[in-house]
């Protein structure tokens, strides 16, 4: 049975990522922000200290806040931006760098982190600078984890998952949670090595960094 490790499955995508994945049969192991804060890298080691020795074939970051809406040139909030960074870039590091061994143990050898079209520079229009900078270092964070561990056969992933109804995302946005997962599990699914350090959307198309 392939096992999952998933971030942030109290709600959201997370929630359906853990659904999904567990009605096809997989082992999964979700997590929330009382079991592992991601700001807080101590708590990110202790967990994965009683994980020592698991294979997990799917290590998916996919918890993260968006931050103080509205923030633009003369009024950033630099604290609530540095919080954001802190989640969405370093927690996710922690992670990745506590959770690697157990990675290269299991069979699919998988790690997704969950980004945004927003961090893509080309197609950056300034706007959400706190999010959208987080997300495109998350990106950077990818490219060169997927460049350190392809020795040890390990694909690095960035995911999109489009605009989805969920507290994030707002009742305005065209993608159901369902919808969006069913797409990003497809491509994770249909990952050979060659896409490693790659940039999808959920409906498989490739975005420009």
Known sequence: MPAALITGASRGLGQELA???AA??????GTTRRDMDMK??????????QLKGKPIDLLFCNAGISGKRGMALGS??????????????????ALAEALVDNVALSERKTI???SSRLGSISESSGMTLPYST????LNMLVKGLAATLAGRG???VALSPGWVRTDMG???APLTAESSVRGLRKVIQNLKSKDSGHFFSHDGAEIPW
């Not at 807080?40 to 200290?49: E, S």
């Open 19 to 21: 659904r999904q994945y």
């Open 24 to 29: 096809d049969g997989w082992e999964v192991i």
């Open 40 to 49: 807080d890298r101590a708590q990110i080691l202790r967990f994965a200290r």
């Open 76 to 93: 950033f909030d630099f604290d609530s931006w540095e919080e954001v960074l802190r989640v969405n870039l370093l927690g996710p590091a």
């Open 112 to 114: 997704a982190m969950m």
């Open 134 to 137: 987080s997300k495109a270092a």
């Open 154 to 156: 390990i694909t690095v």
């Open 170 to 172: 707002g009742a305005g």
